[in-house]
Every structure is written in C-alpha cells, then in structure tokens.
C-alpha cells in the first residue's frame, strides 16, 4: 500500500517568514496530493490540493509543488502570521478507481510574533 | 457542522465494555472513512466504504467493526479487542470523483 513521509516533524519560524512542508509517497500511480491544516481540538481542513497532472498549484500564500518523478510533494507558506500556527497533514490517493487517502505524520508549525 | 456530524464529542468507556460512534453525513457523498489519531501517528485509516452495504479493512481494523446500513451513516464501535482505543477518532466522507475529504468534529474516546 501507499507509505507517505513527512518532514519535519515541527517547524517553527519568526512571522513574515516563509515555512516549507516537504513529503514523499511510495505508490507511483497516486494522482491525488491534499494538505490538511487542524488546530488544536478541531477537525481537519483541507487548505490547498494538486493532481497528478499539475506541477505547481498557488492560492494567495499557500502554494503547493509536486515533482512526480522523485514522488515527492512540498507546501509553500509565504508572509507566515501566527494564526497559520497548527498541525498541517500531507497525504496521498491509492492509484486507481480507490478514493482513500493515506496522510503523513503531520508537521506541527509554530508562527511566533 | 459542514455536513457531516459525529457524536459523542467525548466517551468513556470501561475495560470489556463495546462503544459505538456515530457518523453522519448529508452531503450525499457515496464513500466515508474511520480514522484514529493519536499524538505523532498522523491519522491512521481504521475501515472505510465506498457503497452501501460494503465496506473494507484499513491499516488497523483489529478490534473494529463497522456497518454501511444507509448512505448517510456509518457507525463504527470499538470492541473490547481493542486494546488500547483511547484515542480521537475521526469520520469523513468524500463524493465519488472528487478525492477531498470533508470531516468530522471527531470523537474523544478514554478508557477509564
């Protein structure tokens, strides 16, 4: 089955800076990259997604960069404030006509003002 | 709750006993999933269903079990097999072509 890796496990930066999230998947016929945002104590968020068939995907500071020959996946936070603090997830579609995802370990980011 | 409820918000339960958690959903999506999360594991993938009346094993079934009775629910009850179910468990569910999950506010289970 699919294996997703992520990295780092906490990230911590000064506001204004820029945090990058970087993951890699195992299963070559995954089309499908989602990145979650949970706070704490709340559900899951989707903020930003990109298929197979796209190599850069932006929306206002977020933009995410998928490089399907080395399989591995990175999201982009510019101008970071502290409410982009959280638990942000990458994860990865099974290959084929399965919808479920499987999602990296998470990466904890702290934004200090 | 963006379409898709879960209850309890929290539950205990005591050593040997069964507990069932409530999904629900209205966003008429055809597949809904169980995930487990714990601290520094990530979500991990407990059963999922794609159709009524089916449903497959995820990475930690063990001491799961679940049911796709009607599109919009799928309950899922931890057994007393499972040997450590304190954990916060989450529902999704996502339509067919459209890969997003949305979730739940999730189920806070303590053994106790």
């Known amino acids: 089955g699919e294996n997703v890796e992520q990295h780092p496990s906490t990230l911590s930066v000064q506001e204004g800076d820029s945090a990058v999230i970087k993951c890699t998947y195992s299963d070559s016929a995954s089309n499908y990259f989602p990145w979650y945002k949970q706070e704490l104590g709340k559900r899951p968020q989707l903020i930003i997604d990109i298929r197979s068939n796209v190599g850069e995907k932006k929306d206002q500071r977020i933009a995410v960069t998928l490089n399907k020959t080395a399989k591995h996946f990175s999201l982009h936070i510019t101008e970071t404030q502290p409410e982009d603090s959280a638990v942000y997830f990458c994860a990865a579609s099974d290959g084929g006509s399965n919808y479920k995802l499987t999602f990296g370990k998470g990466t904890l980011l702290t934004v200090n003002p | ?112």
């Open chain 2, 1 to 112: 709750d963006g379409g898709i409820t879960q209850s309890p918000k929290y539950l205990f339960r005591k050593e040997g006993q069964n507990v069932t958690l409530s999904c629900e959903q209205n966003l008429n999506h055809d597949a809904m999933y169980w995930y487990r999360q714990d601290p520094g594991q990530g979500l991990r993938l407990i059963y999922y269903s794609q159709i009524v009346n089916d449903f497959q094993k995820g990475d930690i079934a063990e001491g799961y079990s679940v049911s796709r009775e009607k599109k919009e629910s799928f309950p899922l009850t931890v057994t007393s097999a499972q040997k450590n179910p304190t954990a916060f468990y989450l529902c999704a569910s996502s339509g067919v072509n459209n890969y997003g999950y949305t979730f739940g506010s999730g189920t806070r289970l303590t053994v106790v």
